[in-house]
């Protein structure tokens, strides 16, 4: 029995409520994590704690502006293990995820021991993580404060904290290990340095000199608001007298009105009391004549109904007597109907007791019959059912392993499923940086290409500037350069293609007046040379957009001129009409 305890004790390993035991040699692929194991010598086992663990540190960063501090800090960490699923029955273990995690964990903390004696001892490993575990923590933290100033970190202490624990949580998922808590203490100064020195100091004195405003300040408040409080004391004193003196007034006023109220009221009063006595006295008097003639209606009744009653005693009587031989005969045969009835029902309760006891008996033998069947049938039901109630048990176990085979299918099937998306997710990732890299690279030379073509365009403009401008000190200035361009490109060709372009179909008339050195030398020639010219200019003009002249030019007076141009105005009026 001791043999057997002393190997127990040797072979067997438990781990405590906050651990778990990691076995690995042969027989086993990897590494094995549980609770109990039986431990052969060709395997090893250890004991790796759940317990997380606080690492201080004292950081040495330098922040944006270029300001060296010191951060005092704190991290909790511990394994990342979380709690157990909970069935609504019993706890059961960590999920997979959370057992991937301290796997991880266990492999980091084991993969720096040495041998030792004692193959169930507790590891001694966790100098070495927390040493990678402050390298991370250090590492992250300066790179954080490298990108923050001074006054961010003071005033945004907490998103300073939560992007401390979130970018060194990432790197610590890889070792599965978690952030259970973050204390930043108070910044300080580093060795040579008082800049939180000097800023604790500046606010002091603020705050001493604010303090001794706000005193000053004070004072002159109570000062001003004491003499503020005797005036106004003053003011509600003649304030409330005036007041009082008004009151006195009014309450005379109201007791005067009062008390002429009261004298009314009582003049009323006595007034209703005596017309509701005469009132009362004449009610009393119709009263008494309404009870006397009451009185005498009632006793002229009381005679009708006694002449009346003597009349209906004798009839009463004669009425009794017819009755009294009716019950009589009545009395006879109803004793002789009940005796009839009597003999019926006998006759009747003895059949119904012959029938009753037939009906007993056949009722007692069917009863024994409905028992014996069904005995018969509980018994066969009772059978079926212990044999069905087996045969679902049977299939429940089988139904049971069936997924439990499923279950562990779907789990191996669903890691693989994630190794697998985990792969392509890296060479997609691979493939797509590949891509950036050369697009990166081939719009960096497009670029590259557009700006020499973008300069050598500008040098060739300069140089045709230059030519432009020693052509046109050639062609004796701007406006030379300009009429030699303008016969390099055939503008003047382009102009008077457009503006015959423009007039083709127009067919204009051409009227032409002769006002040159050949005309005549009279001095009214002009004048009548423009008169002669306008009747076929209003021609060429109603032939051309069809409007007439006005009718009033044509019917000018006559007499003015005399009868010999008559002649002469008519055909002047008949070429203005267009009939020339």
């Given amino acids: ?153 003071f005033k945004e202490r907490q998103i300073f904290k939560t992007k401390i624990i979130e ?8 070792f599965g290990l978690r952030i259970y808590n973050a204390n930043v203490k108070e910044l300080q100064d580093t060795p040579g340095s008082e800049y939180f020195a000097f800023l604790s100091r500046k606010a002091h004195e603020g705050a001493l000199n604010q303090a ?18 005797q005036g106004r004391t003053k003011q509600e004193i003649s304030r409330i007298n005036a007041e009082t003196a008004v009151k006195e007034t009014q309450r005379k ?27 009362a006295d004449r009610t009393a008097e119709t009263k008494d004549a309404e009870l006397m003639k009451h009185l005498n209606k009632k006793r002229a009744e009381n005679e009708l109904e006694r002449l009346r009653a003597t009349d209906v005693v004798k009839s009463q009587i004669a009425k009794e007597s017819a009755r009294e031989r009716s019950d009589a005969e009545y009395y006879s045969k109803q004793k002789y109907a009940d005796a009839e009835r009597y003999k019926k029902i006998q006759e009747a309760e003895a059949f119904v007791a012959s029938q009753e006891k037939n009906a007993d008996a056949d009722l007692y033998s069917k009863q ?18 212990a044999s069905k109630a087996k045969e679902t048990d049977a299939e429940f176990y089988t139904r049971q392993k069936s997924a439990d085979g499923q279950r562990y299918k779907t789990i191996q099937e669903a890691e693989a499923s994630f190794v697998s998306h985990q792969k392509e997710a890296d060479a997609d990732f691979y493939r797509r940086k590949q891509q950036a890299d050369a697009a990166f690279y081939s719009i960096t030379k497009e670029a590259e290409a557009g700006l020499v073509a973008r300069k050598k365009e500008a040098e060739g403009l300069i140089e045709m500037a230059k030519a432009y401008g020693q052509l046109a000190n050639v062609m004796g200035g701007p406006q ?93 009026q008949q070429i203005l009409n267009g009939s020339h």
């Fill in 167 to 174: 970018r060194v949580q990432v790197e610590l998922d890889q």
């Fill in 212 to 229: 001794r405003v706000d005193v000053a300040e004070a004072r002159m408040r109570g000062e001003i608001g004491e003499a503020e409080k």
């Fill in 253 to 279: 006023a109201e007791k005067a009105e009062a008390d002429a109220t009261l004298k009314i009221q009582t003049t009323n009063f006595d007034r209703d009391t005596r017309i509701a006595g005469i009132n």
């Fill in 368 to 385: 024994k019959s409905a028992d014996a069947y069904r005995y018969k049938t509980t018994q066969e039901a009772e059978a079926f059912q």
């Fill in 1 to 153: 029995m001791a043999a057997a305890s002393l190997v127990a004790s040797k072979y067997y390993a438990i781990a405590e409520a906050s651990e778990y035991l990691v076995v690995t040699g042969a027989g086993i692929q990897d590494l094995e994590i549980c609770k109990t194991k039986w431990v052969y010598p060709w395997q090893k086992c250890q004991k790796v704690s759940l317990k997380p663990f606080d690492i201080k540190l004292t950081l040495q960063a330098m922040t944006k502006e270029k300001l060296q501090f010191s951060l005092p800090a704190v991290f909790t960490i511990g394994p990342n293990v979380g709690p157990g699923d909970y069935d609504g029955k019993r706890q059961k273990g960590p999920s997979i995820e959370s057992m991937r995690s301290f796997k991880k964990y266990a492999m980091l903390l084991t993969s720096n021991e040495g041998k030792t004696k004692n193959r169930t001892a507790p590891p001694s490993g966790e100098g070495h993580v927390q040493d990678i575990v402050r390298g991370i923590v250090e590492g992250e933290t300066r790179v954080i404060v490298a990108d923050m100033t001074m006054e961010e970190i």
């Fill in 480 to 572: 030379g350069l300009l009429q030699y361009m303008m016969l390099q490109d055939n503008t003047y060709e382009k102009l008077a293609k457009a503006n015959a372009e423009a007039i083709r179909g127009l067919e204009p008339k051409i009227t032409v007046w002769n006002t040159g050195e050949n005309a005549s030398a009279e001095a009214g020639a002009p004048i009548r040379n423009i008169m002669q010219s306008l009747p076929p200019l209003l021609s060429t003009i109603n032939e051309q957009t069809g409007i007439s002249p006005p009718s009033w030019l044509a019917q000018m007076d006559g007499n003015q001129n005399g009868p010999q141009e008559d002649g002469q105005l008519t055909k002047k």
